[in-house]
């Protein structure tokens, strides 16, 4: 089964959203659609990003996934630089729509 991932900077939280809450809140709404493998948040060049990397059995349901992620992100905060990449080898290339 192929291997995919949606990242995300995460930037200003939303009123009522906890910092805590944001990368269980991704992870959840993945795990409703397809199978997680595996979830980050870490700073790069100054910036938190979320990653989800997650398995699906098709790019089309990957996509799906992977837009229900960043919709719940972008309710919880200002988010840029999304992307929804599928793997094929070591390289991670982003998924058609």
């Keep these: 089964?192929?291997?995919?991932?949606v990242q995300a900077f995460?930037?200003?939280l939303r009123?009522?959203?906890?910092?805590?809450?944001l990368l269980p809140d991704a992870v959840?709404?993945?795990?409703?659609l397809v199978t997680v493998?595996?979830?980050?948040?870490?700073?790069v060049r100054g910036q938190a990003r979320v990653t989800v990397?997650?398995?699906a059995d098709d790019d089309a349901t990957a996509r799906r996934a992977g837009w229900a992620v960043?919709?719940?992100l972008d309710e919880?905060?200002?988010?840029?630089?999304r992307s929804v990449t599928r793997r094929f080898g070591n390289r991670w290339h982003p998924v058609r729509t």
């Design 76 to 81: 919880l905060a200002e988010i840029e630089g």
């Design 1 to 5: 089964m192929p291997s995919y991932r």
């Design 28 to 32: 959840r709404v993945a795990s409703g």
């Design 37 to 43: 493998e595996a979830h980050d948040l870490a700073v």
């Design 10 to 12: 995460v930037g200003l």
């Design 53 to 55: 990397r997650f398995q």
């Design 15 to 21: 009123p009522g959203t906890s910092a805590p809450d």
């Design 70 to 72: 960043l919709h719940r």
